[in-house]
């Protein structure tokens, strides 16, 4: 399916004029079709765990508020049927965790925002729609094959989920002092509470709260 849209001369992420040669307005009218648009490398569709990292990291939420990750996430994930429904539904369970409006507005405006970009309940879409199968942590991913009970029909099976190095090289893991301890030959893997021990991620992590 093909569209053609009106020239658009401002950058949609900064508003600035876009310089004259910019592949956007050359010519008097860009083709696009809807892939262009709805992909996934041109919209990225995060996990809430991944929203909430990324809000975490970049300062537009704080770190030191307690619970706000699993409080935030809690909230993204309840059933809502419309976006309007969800802004309404994102405020009163914040507004419940965090009874101090001084606290509570910034991170009902950032959770809000994190919604209207990831989740679009009119359409029933939102993370777990398409999986993701980069990986094997919130789906099984590379483990569907790769999970030490698969063999390829000259009966090789090089690499198990298990042999995290055949994919990973950890050269440093944890925070603060822990990462300026590189190792270049890797370290082994260190779950965040626990030596890594044989498991399958999805047994547990969803994207959402862990099972
Ligand atoms: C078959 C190859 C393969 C094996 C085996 C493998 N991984 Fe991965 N892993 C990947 C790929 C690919 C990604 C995604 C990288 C990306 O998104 O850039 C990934 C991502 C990850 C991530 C990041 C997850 C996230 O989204 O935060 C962690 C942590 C991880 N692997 C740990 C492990 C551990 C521990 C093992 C061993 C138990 C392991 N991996 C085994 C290929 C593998
Ligand atoms: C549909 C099954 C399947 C999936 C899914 C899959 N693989 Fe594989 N992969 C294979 C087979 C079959 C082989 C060849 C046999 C072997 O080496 O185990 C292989 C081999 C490999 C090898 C070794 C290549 C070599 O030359 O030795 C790497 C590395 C690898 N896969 C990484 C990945 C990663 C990373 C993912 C996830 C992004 C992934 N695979 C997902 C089936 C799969
Ligand atoms: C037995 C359940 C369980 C299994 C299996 C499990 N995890 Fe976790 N994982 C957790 C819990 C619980 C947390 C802490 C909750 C949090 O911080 O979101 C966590 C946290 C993490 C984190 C840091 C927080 C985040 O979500 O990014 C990473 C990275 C991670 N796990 C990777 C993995 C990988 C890779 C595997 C598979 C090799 C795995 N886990 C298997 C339960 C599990």
């Known amino acids: 399916m093909c569209a053609v849209f009106r020239v658009i001369r401002r950058c949609s992420q900064c508003d600035g004029e876009l310089p004259p040669n910019h592949p956007v307005i050359r010519g008097s009218a860009v083709i696009v079709s809807t892939l262009d648009c709805h992909s996934r490398p041109a919209h990225k569709l995060h996990t809430p765990n991944e929203a909430v990292d990324l809000a975490l990291l970049t300062g537009r939420l704080d770190p030191k508020t307690p619970w706000v990750k699993s409080k935030v996430v809690a909230a993204l994930v309840k059933p809502y049927a419309t976006k309007a429904e969800a802004e309404k539904g994102i405020a009163n369970s914040l507004r419940e965790a965090y009874p101090d409006p001084a606290q509570a507005n910034p991170i009902i ?9 990831h989740f ?9 729609t398409y999986p993701d199968f980069v990986g094997h942590k919130n789906w099984n991913g590379c483990f569907r094959c790769h999970d030490g009970k698969h063999v390829a029909a000259d009966g090789k099976m090089s690499i198990k989920a298990s042999d995290c190095r055949s994919c990973h090289l950890i050269l440093a893991q944890g925070s603060g002092e822990a990462l300026e301890q590189i190792n270049a030959k890797g370290h082994d893997f260190i779950h965040i509470d626990a030596p890594y ?3 399958s991620c999805v047994d ?5 709260p862990q099972k």
């Open 204 to 208: 547990c992590h969803t994207g959402g």
């Open 197 to 199: 021990a044989e498991f």
């Open 120 to 128: 679009f309940p009119e359409v029933k879409v939102d993370w777990r």
């Open 109 to 117: 405006k950032e959770a809000q925002a994190i919604y209207r970009e």
